[in-house]
């Protein structure tokens, strides 16, 4: 079973915020088929085209990441959210590479609609993953690392049961156990949004998000969108 929710704490502090979350079971990741590779290079130079020159902190779904990362105090421009990281590795270097099926479908969806799109692998998660402001006491592992740290008192971060962060920084990055692995059968997959137009946009990205899964990797998945009034999903 896995649980997915928003801190009341959290939903008093950013009343906008609105998230799309998959629970997803007996999918199959792998590297990158064909198919997948070609139409996430399409989106690619799709969104090249669509931002030209426009900063992308003139993007309203990044101007309220932005906001909302400032309000817990970390400079937006030496931590940036994950699409607009995403974003900017695009419109700097000309591309995004492929990793594997899971994340690169994730990585399409983000930069069609600038969202930050996370996979969860659940393998090592331990109760209802929560999004809530941190103590300072839990433990993280960056990705590609293995010494422990902890996050700042209040910043934001997706916790499980145990203490152990999965993502810091809300949207920043994920964890070394979090990552989506080749091997990965079951997630939890979430796309958020601040912005004004974050409910249209959510509902849009996670109707993507879910015909690309069910077309590249299969398995069955339970949808909801997230916000005040339904804070959380279980499967």
């Known amino acids: 079973m896995s649980t997915f929710q928003y801190h009341p704490a959290i939903l008093a502090r950013y009343p906008k915020i609105v998230g799309g979350v998959i629970l997803a079971d007996g999918m199959t990741n792998g590297p990158t088929p064909d ?7 399409e989106e690619q130079r799709a969104t090249l085209e669509r931002i030209g020159d426009t900063p992308l902190s003139q993007l309203a779904s990044i101007a309220a990441w932005r906001r909302a990362f400032s309000t817990f105090g970390v400079m937006p421009t030496q931590y940036r959210c994950a699409a607009e990281a995403l974003l900017r590795r695009l419109t700097k270097k000309g591309d995004i590479p492929c990793i594997n099926t899971l994340v690169d479908l994730g990585n399409l969806v983000s930069i069609r609609y600038d969202l930050p799109v996370a996979v969860f692998d659940t393998r090592t998660i331990q109760g209802a993953v929560t999004v809530r ?10 990705l590609g690392e293995t010494e422990e740290e902890h996050p700042e008192p209040g910043e934001v971060i997706f916790s499980d049961e145990s203490g ?4 810091r920084r809300w949207c920043w990055r ?4 979090s990552a989506a692995r080749v091997d990965t059968t079951s997630a939890i997959i979430t796309i958020e949004a601040h912005h004004d137009e974050g409910h249209h946009d959510i509902a849009a990205a996670l109707n993507d998000l ?9 398995g069955s998945f339970k949808a909801c969108i997230l916000d005040a009034s339904t804070p959380i999903i279980s499967s």
């Open 35 to 41: 198919g997948l590779r070609a139409a996430f290079q």
């Open 133 to 142: 402001f941190a103590e300072g006491n839990e433990r993280f592992t960056t």
């Open 164 to 167: 152990t962060v999965l993502a």
């Open 174 to 177: 994920q964890s070394e156990q």
């Open 210 to 218: 879910q015909v690309l899964l069910a077309t590249y990797a299969g």
